[in-house]
């Protein structure tokens, strides 16, 4: 099965959103996506701010907040290509540019899932969060996968004390990239 996003620049987001558990700029939460699909997210653009009430929403971005797969086997093929937020991000857990988390319900590993992000801008600072992160945040409980997060021709505008192109929480994570960018405002 195919997924399919993509913004015709004519929809664009441009309002204030709040939540709770995961929100994104284009879509908030992909709960239990079809073992065997490719979902292609292409060309979506996320002007307005991300935000939280109270407690907050853990895993926060400028277009994808969370993927959960159902079984740490289930297979899937995610690319996002030519997407840009703009917009503020305010989180409790992690505040990410594109894509915050993808992982299994109930922890461990996703060994079948590829993420294919390509050609990603993350044009804002305006961060609020412990973890910041220009691109991508966490994949799973971070033990690893045999597929890879691929992070290729992105640019981050990133903070002093941000991940500028990807979070990793362990060393074993299969994150590759070439191509990426980033401006650090320090602030002064």
Known sequence: MLQFWQNDNKHERQTELGGYGAVGG????????????????????????IWYESN??????GIIGKIEMKQVTDIMTLNIIDCVNSGAIKAESQAVGILAW??????????????NIDRCRNLNTDFTCGRKIGIVGSRGDGRGSNKATNVTN????????????AYLRLSGENVTGHGNYYIENSGE
């Open 56 to 61: 907050g929403a853990n895993d926060c971005a």
């Open 154 to 165: 992105c640019f981050a505008t990133v903070g002093t004390d941000w991940f500028p192109i």
């Open 26 to 49: 284009i879509v908030g939460f992909i709960d239990q996506p079809i073992s065997g699909g490719t979902t292609n997210v292409l060309s979506c653009r996320n002007y307005g701010q």
């Open 102 to 115: 993808i992982g299994p319900w109930n922890g461990g590993r996703i060994d079948n899932v590829t993420v």
